[in-house]
C-alpha cells in the first residue's frame, strides 16, 4: 500500500490486518518526487489501533520496473532478416536462450531434445512448413552442435544435408519454428517472409502463426497475400507523401481491413488486386483486363491493375447507388486502397439518361466506352486474317488460311443481323461485335475454330499494336482517360 501526499503533509491512513509497509515506488514516473512522503504502520489487530507509525520525507526506493521489463522483452524479442543465415554450426555455450540473431539454434535445439512433447511439436511443424523436410536432426561434434536436414525418407545418415548447405529461408524457418514452440511468449519479428520462401512455404508459415497467438508476431510486407492470410489486429500502412516531403504511417485496424475485404469481395476483388498499385480500373470482364493492360503507355510512371469485376450489372442497375456507397465506405476510405480507383463499363444499349445516373451515383469514377463494347474496337479484316492464320500453324490444321477481303465481305453482309437493343445498328462500330467475332471463326474455317474471347482478343489487340496502331487511337484514348480522371 502506497500513499503520495501533497507538501502540507495531509494524510490518510487505511486500517488493513498485519503489518503495512508502504514505499513510494514502483511509481511510473506518475508523481514528482518533491512531493512525495512515505508513510509505514503497524497494525495491533486486538485493539484495532495503531502500536506505531510515522511518517516521513526520504527519496522514493529505485524503481526497477522499466529495466525489468526492458530485459524481458530483450531476452524474448527475437528479429529475422530477408537474409541467407549462416547458423548450421555452434559452440556448447551453456546458453539458456535464444541469441536475438540465432546463431546458437543449433545448442538450443540440442537441448529441446530433452523434452519429447515439444521436440515432436516442432519436427511437425517444421514438416508442416517445408513438407520436403523428414526430420532436423542435430548432433554434437566435439565441442560444436551441427544442425543437418534429413529429406530422404529412408532416413539415412549419411544422405542429411547440412543447414548451410540448405536453400535460403529454411534456417530462417527453423529458428521462428523454434521460438514457437520453446517460449510461451514472444516477440517475433519477420523483415519480408515472401523474400525468403516460396510463396507455398510462406502461406504455410503464416498459418502456422496464425495458430500461435500467445505470440506477438510483427511482419513487414511489399505483398498483399500475407495481408490476407495473416487478417492482422493492426496494418500500419508506410507511404511518401510527395507534398510533405516525408514518410507517413497510416495505421488500419482488423475491423477496417475486414470491411474492405468484404467490400472488395463484392466488386469480385481482393486485397492482391488493389494492395500497391497507383491506379486501379474495375473492367466488365477478362478480356477488357487483358486488352487494356497492352494500351497502357510504357512510360506512364504509374503502377496500374484493372480487375474483372464480378457483377458489372449490379453496379448499373437501379441498386446502382447503393453498391457504390459499398463500395466508397469499405474501399475508397482505406488506406490499403491507391488514390485513385475507377469504373470500366461498355456502353451496350443503355440511354444518355442511365449512363448520367450511374455517373452521378460513382461520382464521377464510372467511364463508359463511347462504341457498345471492346470487341466493335477489334473489327479490323486484316487482323482477323493474321489471327486464324496463326491458328492455323499453331495447330497445324489442314486447309487455307481465310482472306482478308472475304472477311471484310463477311463482316459487311452480317453485321446487320447482331444488333444492340436500344443502338442503331448501321455500321459494324456499332453492333453486337463480340457475337459477330463469335459467328465468323467457325463461319469461315469450317466449323475448325471457335471463337475464344478473351485468347483471341489479346491476340487481335497485339497485332494491330504492332500492325496497325492508327486503328487503336479511339481505344487507346479511352485508356488515357481511364488513368487521368
Known amino acids: 500500500m502506497s500513499k503520495h501526499f501533497e507538501q502540507t503533509n ?38 484495532s489501533d495503531f502500536k506505531s507509525a510515522e511518517v516521513f520525507n526520504q527519496n522514493p526506493p529505485e524503481d ?20 541467407r543465415y ?5 559452440a556448447m555455450d551453456g546458453s539458456d536462450r535464444l541469441l536475438p540473431n540465432a546463431q546458437n539454434l543449433p545448442y538450443m535445439l540440442l537441448k529441446l531434445n530433452k523434452d519429447h512433447k515439444k521436440t515432436e511439436q516442432y519436427q511437425s511443424l517444421v514438416s508442416e512448413v517445408l513438407p520436403h523436410v523428414q526430420r532436423v536432426l542435430v548432433s554434437a561434434l566435439g565441442a560444436e552442435v551441427e544442425i543437418s536436414v534429413q529429406s530422404d525418407p529412408s532416413m539415412r545418415a549419411d544422405l542429411a544435408i547440412p543447414l548451410d548447405d540448405c536453400g535460403t529461408g529454411v534456417a530462417q524457418v527453423l529458428a521462428i519454428l523454434y521460438v514457437v514452440v520453446a517460449y510461451d511468449a514472444a516477440q517475433i519479428i519477420i523483415d519480408e517472409p515472401n523474400s525468403f520462401l516460396h510463396p507455398g512455404a510462406t502461406r504455410r508459415l503464416l498459418n502456422v502463426i496464425k495458430r500461435y497467438d ?11 497475400d500475407v495481408i490476407s492470410i495473416l487478417r492482422p489486429e493492426k496494418l500500419f500502412l508506410l507511404r511518401w507523401n510527395p507534398d510533405l516531403g516525408e514518410t507517413e504511417l497510416i495505421v488500419n485496424s482488423g475491423t477496417d481491413i475486414e470491411h474492405l475485404r468484404t467490400s472488395l469481395a ?31 503507355p510504357k512510360n506512364s510512371g504509374v503502377a496500374i491493375n484493372f480487375v474483372p469485376m464480378r457483377d458489372p450489372s449490379g453496379l448499373t442497375t437501379i441498386d446502382a447507388q447503393a453498391m457504390f456507397d459499398i463500395y466508397r465506405r469499405g474501399v475508397g476510405g482505406s488506406a490499403l486502397e491507391p488514390p485513385k480507383s475507377r469504373f470500366s463499363f461498355d456502353r451496350e444499349g443503355r440511354s444518355q439518361k442511365q449512363i448520367e ?11 463508359f466506352l463511347p462504341r ?19 491458328l492455323y500453324e499453331e495447330y497445324t490444321v489442314d486447309g487455307t488460311p481465310v482472306a482478308v477481303g472475304k472477311i471484310k465481305d463477311w463482316i459487311e453482309k452480317s453485321f446487320i443481323a447482331y444488333p444492340v437493343t436500344g443502338v442503331k445498328n448501321e455500321s459494324p462500330l456499332f453492333c453486337d461485335a463480340a457475337k459477330l467475332l463469335a459467328a465468323l471463326f ?44
Not at 445516373?357 to 467511364?367: Q, V, Y
Request: proline share 4%.
Open 10 to 47: 495531509s494524510y490518510e491512513i487505511v486500517f488493513q490486518e498485519g503489518s503495512i509497509g508502504m514505499p513510494g515506488a514502483p511509481t511510473y514516473g506518475l508523481f514528482e518526487e518533491d512531493t512525495k512522503l512515505t508513510a509505514k504502520a503497524l497494525v495491533n489487530t486486538d485493539r
Open 64 to 83: 526497477h520496473t522499466t529495466s525489468n521489463l526492458s530485459e524481458v522483452l530483450q531476452a524474448t524479442t527475437f528479429v529475422f532478416d530477408a537474409e
Open 86 to 90: 549462416n547458423i548450421g554450426r555452434s
Open 214 to 224: 500467445n505470440h506477438q508476431f510483427l511482419l513487414s510486407t511489399h505483398t498483399a
Open 266 to 296: 463484392e466488386l469480385g476483388a481482393s486485397l492482391t488486386d488493389v494492395f500497391g498499385f497507383d491506379v486501379v480500373v474495375f473492367v466488365e470482364g477478362p478480356t477488357e483486363k487483358e486488352c487494356f493492360h497492352l494500351l497502357v
Open 357 to 367: 445516373d450511374i455517373e452521378r451515383a460513382s461520382k464521377g469514377t464510372a467511364i
Open 372 to 390: 457498345p463494347m471492346l470487341e466493335n474496337y477489334l473489327l479490323q479484316p486484316e487482323a482477323i486474317a493474321a489471327t486464324i492464320a496463326l
Open 442 to 485: 467457325p463461319a469461315l474455317t469450317e466449323g475448325k475454330f471457335e471463337y475464344r474471347k478473351i485468347e483471341y482478343g489479346r491476340k487481335l489487340t497485339e497485332w494491330l499494336i504492332h500492325n496497325d496502331p492508327e486503328y487503336l487511337v479511339d481505344l487507346r484514348g479511352y485508356v488515357g482517360r481511364l488513368l487521368s480522371v
